[in-house]
């Protein structure tokens, strides 16, 4: 039986450095909470023994002014490399080896100038220690080389990178950046000596990966091309990756963050390819700027092999049935990214194949949340016997509450540039007064305190605008026309902006991803095509980036919609649209709600991309919803931005109830809610749903 061994690092605190262009590496918040959760998921999951870990941490400092772990614990070049060669030595052929790297990630000048030439750079790992000039950097040569040794030892790796190559600042925002506060590669004259192996070694391994191309990379230079292992990296290369406070607690890694989270919440043979897809969802969600990237075998099973099918349930630890209702004590809670009122399926405790739906013993709503732990009552009772202590219980929802925090922020030398303040005749103060009063009691959007998380941000630009912001500070796209303060009704209508956007993100948020019917769904783009005829035979070309589809505008796109079940599915397109409008797609031409998918049915959709007037580029999502009963999800449509909803439909115009309840309207669920438990969601499992989407850039010809 093979074993699995996990290397974790995580390094919030940098001690002082500064590069010779005056950048430098901040200490983080987050990156130890992400190592801890991961261990703590490992832990639990697997019963992964302490010494199959192998974990270096750097906390923020003490009054020594330094991590108060041991330096034999701290993620050094030197430790790091070691921890590597360690667990290569002691992992045998067919076992697992998961790698998790929280912290900066960074670029120095090569040290290989035969292969990146003279001007070229190294993508790096950075470690605590960089400030001192005679430490190194774990370069991207040197990481390349360790994980082909385990590759060539027959490990199963799956490699997760929270970091990113490159940074930028942030104005206002409430989350952190992974890599040095500006652009920078490192100058610093370095030792050139690795602890990894000899330069020419390094050099071959590197070229025999890329087939002696140069610069030939997956991510950014980071790694060559992934084949024999699984790499899940936070974002490209020109872009940044986030830490944000997502639980309201404590800071979290994105990639980090939503990797936890999907992985409660999943079936058992779930794949990487799947995986990714929830979680870069997720992360674009939030933060428009970071695009994660899967690399390798992305049809592995998640913590598997070719030969088995692993399954990852919560346990029921304690049941007490003097409760009315009976309550049950999880072995999961904060860490794992459980919320009260997240919804638990429990399994009689003989039941160990956890796909079977109609099995299910009880409903459990988490009612009191402990980082480790929490305790949930019963709700709903579907089959007779007893919840025994050791039972399996499956996360199948969690509360998602619509109501958007925002957060009023004024512009000050402090937290903006100098030549992006807001003309001085405007009274910040009394704009964003007004916008404050415009918000209060509408039941979509409510303020936040400094101490709340906030999910946008209101402030007043150099143009004297409103400008709405992602957490991070940086404006949303496409919100025109601009606002100027002063104008009539500008607040009541700026309001207006953020309670459309708060609807347009609820449906993109929109999933249920534990579901079976999930890897029945096959949903794919299939390439482009620049002068379609309808009714003609279609010629699709592929993608320049299949990661990263884009098109010019009036090019033609293909979406092949597949249904692999043994039953008949009723799929539902939704457009959401870069000028933030949803609609209903009318894929063959009925205008019917839902469109029958018989079993084996295959559609290849052709859509017709454009932009609208004045736009230069935007980006589309096609939102695949598919049900087992009848479906109605045009209730969710919704105009484009600042456009009123028709009189005639009261699609959009609804009370904000808890996201549950409307998916119960849009499936066509017997049970209408009774209390404030909307969980007959799940009380009939043959109505079963799922959504899956892809994404589609369209530039301006």
Not at 496 to 509: F, G, N, P, S
Request: proline share 6%; glycine share 6%; hydrophobic share 35%.
């Amino acid at each position: 039986m093979s074993s699995l061994y996990a290397l974790l690092v995580g390094i919030d605190c940098y001690l002082p450095n500064k590069l010779p262009d005056g950048a430098s590496y901040r200490s983080l918040k987050g990156c130890v909470h992400d190592i801890n959760h991961v261990e703590a998921f490992l832990k639990r999951q697997f019963n992964l023994p302490t010494e199959q870990i192998y974990k270096l941490t750097a906390s923020n400092v003490d009054d020594s002014g330094e991590p108060f772990e041991p330096p034999s614990k701290w993620p050094t070049y030197e430790n790091t490399v070691k921890m590597f060669q360690e667990v290569t030595s002691m992992a045998q052929s067919g076992d697992q080896v998961y790698i998790h790297y929280s912290g900066h990630g960074g670029r120095a000048v090569t040290i290989y100038p035969e292969l990146k030439r003279e001007k070229g750079f190294d993508e790096a790992l950075v470690p605590l220690d960089i400030g001192k000039p005679t430490s190194r950097y774990l370069r991207d040569l040197e990481l390349a080389a360790l994980l082909q040794k385990m590759v060539s030892k027959g490990l199963v790796v799956t490699v997760v990178l929270d970091s990113c190559h490159s940074g930028g600042a942030t104005r206002a925002g409430d989350s952190d950046i992974r890599g040095a506060d500006t652009n920078t590669v490192d100058t610093t004259p370095r030792p050139t000596e690795s602890l990894v192996a000899s330069s020419w070694e390094l050099v071959t391994t590197w070229q025999n990966l890329t087939g002696g191309t140069r610069n030939a990379a997956a991510v950014g230079g980071m790694l060559p091309l992934v084949k024999d292992y699984v790499l899940l990296a936070a974002c490209r290369p020109s872009e940044s990756a986030y830490e944000y406070a997502f639980n309201g607690f404590e800071r979290n890694g994105a990639l980090t963050y939503w990797l936890l989270d999907s992985l409660q919440n999943r079936s058992v043979d779930l794949t990487y390819n799947e995986l990714y897809s929830r979680i870069n969802a997720k992360i674009h969600s939030q933060f428009q700027q970071q695009t994660p990237m899967l690399m390798g075998e992305g049809n592995r099973l998640v913590f598997g092999n070719s030969y088995e099918s692993l399954q990852y349930t919560a346990t029921v630890m304690q049941v007490d049935a003097t409760s009315h209702p009976v309550q049950v004590k999880l072995n999961a809670g904060i860490a794992q990214g459980v919320e009260s009122g997240s919804l638990f399926a429990i399994y009689p405790r003989e039941i160990k194949d956890i796909t079977q739906s109609d099995k299910h013993l009880a409903i459990a709503e988490v009612i009191e949340v402990g980082v480790t732990d929490a305790w949930a009552e019963v709700i709903k009772t579907l089959h007779t016997g007893e919840i025994e202590p050791g039972a399996n219980a499956v996360i199948i929802g969690a509360p998602v509450d619509l109501m958007r925090g925002i957060r009023l922020v004024e512009c000050t030398p402090e937290n903006t540039k100098l030549e992006d303040l807001p003309p001085k005749e405007i009274n910040q103060q009394a704009a964003l007064q007004a916008v404050a009063i415009a918000a209060s009691g509408n039941g979509w959007v409510k303020l936040v305190t400094e101490q709340e998380v906030a999910d946008y941000q209101v402030s007043i630009n150099k143009f004297g605008e409103y400008e709405i912001c992602e957490p991070t500070g940086q404006p949303l796209p496409n919100l025109q026309p601009p606002l100027k303060v002063g104008e009539t009704d500008a607040a009541t209508q700026l309001v207006k902006r953020l309670v459309h956007l708060t609807k347009y993100k609820a449906t993109e948020e929109l999933d249920n991803f534990g579901t079976t019917l999930t890897k029945k769904l096959i949903v794919e783009l299939v390439g482009k095509q620049a002068n379609y005829r309808q009714n003609r035979q279609p010629s699709p070309q592929p993608f320049d980036d299949l990661s990263n589809p884009s098109v010019r505008a009036g090019e033609t796109v293909f979406l092949r919609i597949r249904n692999e079940s043994s039953q008949v599915l009723n799929v539902v397109v939704l457009a959401l649209s870069s000028d933030w409008s949803i609609f209903q797609l009318d894929i063959l031409g009925d205008n019917a709600n839902f469109v029958p998918f018989d079993p084996g049915q295959e559609e290849c959709i052709p859509l017709k991309m454009s932009l609208p007037s004045g736009y230069q580029e935007g980006t589309d999502i096609f939102k695949v919803f598919t049900t087992v009963g009848q479906a109605n999800f045009r209730w969710l449509e919704l105009p484009s931005l600042d456009q009123p909803i028709p009189s005639s439909s009261t699609r959009g115009l609804k009370a904000p109830r808890n996201q549950l309840e409307e998916l119960l309207a849009a499936v066509g669920a017997d049970d209408q809610p009774t209390t404030s438990r909307n969980v007959q969601v799940v009380a009939d499992p043959s109505r079963g749903w799922t959504t899956k989407q892809v994404t589609v850039k369209v530039i301006a010809t």
